[in-house]
C-alpha cells in the first residue's frame, strides 16, 4: 500500500523547468509512495515524444507570440498550456501504479465541485461530452508516472491559433494529434479556479491513500538544472522530428518557382529549385541562401533579404503563405 503521499505544488511557469522537475521526481520517487505534482505552464505549446513539431505547431504564429515549444518525454498528442491550464502529475512505483485510480482522483475533485465528470477510455475527463482533461504516460526502472491538463479557464482561440499544421504545407512523417472537442471548466461552474482545484484533487488523493499529504521532498538542485538544460535545448526539441520532404510552388510576374525541401533534425539539408525564370543564377543563388538554416518562415525570409526582385518576391510569398 502506499505508505507516504507527498504534493509539490510548482512556483515557476516555466516548462523547460516544469518538465525537468518531473523528470527528477520520476528519478527520486521511493517504492510505496505517491507525489502529486502539480504545476502551470504560462504560453507553451507542449508536444509528444514522437510528433513532428512541423505537423503539429503553426511555427510562425508561435514565433511571432512568443510561445515556447517544449517536447515531452511522454508520448500523446500537442497540446497549448497558459495559465488557465492546471498541470498534474502522479508517479509511483509500477506495483501501486493503476491509471483508472488516479484519474479518478481527478473525477472526484470535480465531482467535489458539482460538476458531472466522467472518464472517457484510457486518456481522456469529459464533461457534457467534451474533453476537459487529457493524460499521457511514461515508464521508467520500475516507476511510472501519468500527466494531464485540466481546463479551467484556458485561452482555447490561442489552441486553435498554434496547433495547427505550419502554413508551408507539409508532406511529413509524425504521429498526428487527434483534436477533441474541448471545453474550459469555468463555463459551467463559477467556482472552477486553480487554487481551489488544486486543494481538491490534494483532498481526493488522501482519500484515495488514506494519507496525509505532506510537502517535505528535497529536489536534486545539479540534476534539474541539467535536465532543464536539456529540456531548453533545440536539440531535444526540434532534433528529434523525423525527416520530411515538402514542395512549394507558384507562379511569379517573373516565372514559375518550385522548391524542393528536405528537411533533417529541423534544418534544410538539401534543396532542389525549378524555375522559368531568366536569371540563370537564380536556382543556386536561393540553393545558397537556403540549405543549412533552420525550416521556420521567420528563418527563410530573413536569408532571403538580398536587393532583387524575384528574392523579394519569393520571401514575401514564403512570410506570407496561409493554409
Known sequence: MIEQLSVIRAESTDPRRNLAAETVLLETVRKNQMILYLWQNDNTVVIGRNQNIWKECNLKNTERDGVTIVRRPSGGGAVY?????????????????????????????????????????????????????????????????????LLVNSDLEKMKLYLNPDPLKLQAKGVDSVRSRVMNLKEICRRAEIGILSDLITESAEEAYGQKAEGNIIIDRDLLRKEEERFASREWTFGRNPPFDQVLGTRFAWGGMRLEFTVREGRISDLSVWTDAMDENLADDLKQSLKGILYTCTAMYSALQRDSEEFRDIAEWIRNREE
Do not use: P, W
Open 81 to 149: 498550456h497558459d495559465l488557465g491550464n492546471l498541470n498534474y502529475t502522479m508517479i509511483t512505483d509500477d506495483a501501486h501504479y493503476d491509471v483508472a485510480k488516479q484519474t479518478g482522483i481527478i473525477v472526484r475533485a470535480l465531482q467535489k465541485l458539482g460538476i458531472d465528470a466522467e472518464m472517457s477510455g484510457r486518456n481522456d475527463i469529459l464533461v457534457q461530452n467534451r474533453k476537459v482533461s487529457g493524460n499521457a504516460f511514461r515508464r521508467h526502472s520500475g516507476f511510472s508516472y501519468q500527466h494531464g491538463t
